[in-house]
Every structure is written in structure tokens, then in C-alpha cells.
């Protein structure tokens, strides 16, 4: 696996975690690719709830520590920021369902989605506040 290149937001912590975020959607998209192809076996399906439990036990994580920074220095668009978390957390409730129902098909269809809807937000949400979180320093 290479590099997962996504922007410096310029909280060290947050860089990590994003990292962190985007291998296991690469790890779940790498595991769903499969599934175009053929329907999983039983072992893959129990794969799939590991590495999809475990993305959206840190998303809700990262989501939570971001968002307590940001309104600890009063972020101007916070509200806005807050929004676009919702988005994810509602796509990954809706494909909690169908890892549970076993929708293969479905879950093969959303994968990319998700990677490209991540790495987007990175680059383009969270680096919209690297300027007020580095000149504050806690
Ligand atoms: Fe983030
Ligand atoms: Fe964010």
C-alpha cells in the first residue's frame, strides 16, 4: 500500500487521523471490489463488519475531536462543518444496513463514493481551518 496523500490541516493530530481514516476506507473499498465480481464468501463478510465497524467507530471519534476544537476557537463556519459530518454519518448508517442485509451488490456500487467523498473533505473542508487553528496555538 502507498502513501494516502491528502492535505496537512495543520493539527498534527488530525493528520494522523486521517490517515488512519483513509486506510480503512481503503481497506474496506480494497474488500468490496471483489464482490463486482462474485458474491463474497463467508469469511469476507466477516471481514467486511471488522474493518466497517471499526471506519465508523472512528469516524464518529475523529468527527467528535474536530468538531470540540472547532468550537473551542469559536470556528465561523462550524455549523457548516458540522453539516458535512451529518452527510457521512448518515452514508455510513445507510451502508451499516446493507453490510447487515449482505446488499453485495450495493455495497460495491458505494465504495468509491466514499473514498472520494472522504479525501474531498480533507482536502477541501478541513483545510479551510488549518489558518485558525495554527495561529492559535492551546
Ligand atoms: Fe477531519
Ligand atoms: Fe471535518
Known amino acids: 500500500m502507498g ?5 496537512d ?16 476506507v481503503q481497506e474496506f473499498t480494497r474488500l468490496c471490489s471483489r464482490f463486482r465480481l462474485r458474491t463474497p464468501f ?9 474493518i466497517f465497524s471499526r471506519l465508523e467507530k472512528y469516524t464518529s471519534s475523529h468527527f467528535k475531536e474536530e468538531e470540540l476544537a472547532l468550537a473551542k476557537i469559536d470556528y465561523p463556519t462550524l455549523a457548516k462543518h458540522l453539516e458535512q459530518h451529518q452527510l457521512l454519518v448518515n452514508m455510513l448508517a445507510e451502508l451499516k444496513i446493507k453490510v447487515k442485509n449482505r446488499e453485495f451488490q450495493a455495497i460495491g456500487a458505494v465504495k468509491m463514493f466514499l473514498m472520494e ?13 488549518k489558518p485558525f487553528m495554527t495561529s492559535k496555538p492551546s
Open 42 to 50: 463467508p469469511d469476507e463478510w466477516d471481514q467486511v463488519d471488522a
Open 117 to 129: 467523498w472522504i479525501t474531498n473533505h480533507i482536502n477541501h473542508v478541513d483545510t479551510q481551518y
Open 9 to 24: 490541516v495543520g493539527v498534527e493530530q488530525f493528520n494522523k487521523d486521517h490517515q488512519r481514516l483513509l486506510f480503512y
Open 3 to 7: 502513501n494516502l496523500s491528502v492535505s
